[in-house]
C-alpha cells in the first residue's frame, strides 16, 4: 500500500517512449485474450478482488487470461502507458504529474478499488496525536513528498496548530508497529486498511485521524485501475468484460471476506493470514461504501482534490475538470 513517489514516476516518464498497444489480440491456446494487470506493489488487500476473480473462473468467463504482475521500478502506470500492459493500479495523488504537462501519460482511470480515501496519521494512543494540531513537537515520518507534506500541513493549519514545529524525520516506514512501538517516530502515514489494522492484530493501542475528515478535499481516489488509452478506444468490449469481472472479484469478498482472505493467502502465501483476514473484514465495507456500482468515481470529488493541487501550485499545469477518468466500461 506504499505510495509511489512523484518524482519518480516523473522522471519515468520523461525516460519512457510511449508505444501503441499490439495492433492484434494476444490470444493464448485456449481462445482467451491475453491481460495483463501489473500492480503497485506486492499483493495485498486492496487487490483481493482480482485473486478472487482469477480462483472463482471469473476472467475465463469473460473470455480473458489475466496475468497479475508486481511492478517494476518505475511503477505501473509507466508499464501501461507503454503497452506492455492493459491494466495497472495507481493513486490520483501520485498520477498528477503525469498528467500535469505537455506531454500527458497516456492513461485513464477506468473504476475506483476504495471508494474513499482511508489514509491518514496515527500514533501512540494518550500522546495528544488524535488530532492534527498534536503533531506540534513530534516527530513524523516523511517520505518527503511535497504533496504528502502539503496535505499534512493543511490538516494542521486547519486544527490551529503550527506545522512548522514538526519534526519531519525522512523515513520509509514498512512496519507501523515496530516504529511506533521502539519511537522511532510519534507520527505516520497509513492507510488504515493494511498498516492500521496491523496495529490492532499487534495489539498496540493507537490514536488515528483520516485526512478526509479534516478536510473533504482529500477524499480522493486512492488506488484506481488505470488503462492504456489505445487499448481503451480499440477494446471497449474487452475493457468491459474485465471489469465486470473484476467487480464480481470484489462483490464476492465484499460478501464473504473471509473466504477472500483464504484466496488471497493462497494466491500470495508469504503474506500474514492473521492480518490478511482482518484486513479482509475492515475493507469489506470500504470497497463500494455507499456507491451503487463499484468502481464509480465521483467526477465532483476527483476534479475537487485536482483543482486543489494547482491553486496550492503543486502540479505544474492545470488538470481540466473531467480529465484522467472515465466511469464509461463500468458494469452496472
Avoid at 484506481?224 to 480499440?234: D, G, P, Q, S
Wanted: proline share 4%; with cysteine.
Amino acid at each position: 500500500m506504499k505510495k509511489r513517489l512523484f518524482a519518480g514516476l516523473l522522471a519515468a516518464v520523461m525516460m519512457f517512449s510511449f508505444t501503441a498497444c499490439k495492433d492484434e489480440k494476444d490470444k493464448t491456446k485456449a481462445g482467451l485474450e491475453k491481460i495483463t494487470l501489473v500492480l503497485d506493489w506486492t499483493p495485498n488487500t486492496n487487490h483481493t478482488g482480482f485473486y478472487v476473480a482469477q480462483e472463482k473462473g471469473y476472467f475465463e468467463e469473460a473470455g480473458l487470461e489475466v496475468d497479475i504482475v508486481q511492478p517494476p521500478e518505475d511503477g505501473a502506470s509507466v508499464l501501461v502507458a507503454n503497452g506492455k500492459a492493459q491494466f495497472g493500479i495507481d493513486f490520483q495523488d501520485t498520477i498528477a504529474p503525469a498528467w500535469a504537462n505537455e506531454s500527458p501519460l497516456p492513461v485513464t482511470a477506468v473504476a475506483a478499488l476504495i471508494q474513499h480515501n482511508t489514509s491518514g496519521v496515527i500514533s501512540r494512543k494518550g500522546e495528544g496525536l488524535d488530532s492534527p494540531k498534536g503533531m506540534e513537537g513530534k516527530a513524523y515520518a516523511t517520505w518527503d513528498m511535497e504533496v504528502e507534506k502539503a496535505i499534512v500541513q493543511n490538516v494542521v493549519e486547519a486544527d490551529g496548530g503550527d506545522y512548522s514545529k514538526i519534526e519531519m524525520i525522512p523515513s520509509n516506514v514498512t512496519d507501523e508497529v515496530t516504529a511506533l512501538k521502539t519511537n522511532q517516530v510519534d507520527a505516520i502515514w497509513v492507510y488504515y486498511a493494511w498498516g492500521g489494522v496491523a496495529t490492532e492484530v499487534k495489539g498496540l493501542e493507537t490514536d488515528y485521524f483520516a485526512f478526509r475528515d479534516i478536510n473533504p478535499v482529500f477524499d480522493y481516489y486512492t488506488p484506481v485501475i488505470v488503462a492504456n488509452n489505445e487499448f481503451l478506444a480499440e477494446n471497449s468490449d474487452t475493457a468491459k468484460a474485465f471489469l465486470e469481472a473484476v467487480k464480481r472479484g470484489y462483490e464476492d469478498a465484499i460478501e464473504n471476506p473471509a473466504d477472500a482472505a483464504d484466496i488471497l493467502c493462497n494466491a500470495a502465501p508469504e503474506l500474514d493470514r492473521q492480518l490478511v483476514s482482518a484486513s479482509q473484514e475492515w475493507l469489506k465495507d470500504q470497497y463500494k461504501a455507499e456507491a451503487e456500482q463499484w468502481g464509480y468515481i465521483n467526477p465532483e470529488r476527483w476534479d475537487a482534490f485536482y483543482g486543489w493541487l494547482w491553486e496550492n501550485e503543486l502540479i505544474e499545469r492545470e488538470i481540466p475538470a473531467g480529465f484522467g477518468f472515465t466511469n464509461e466500461y463500468l458494469a452496472e
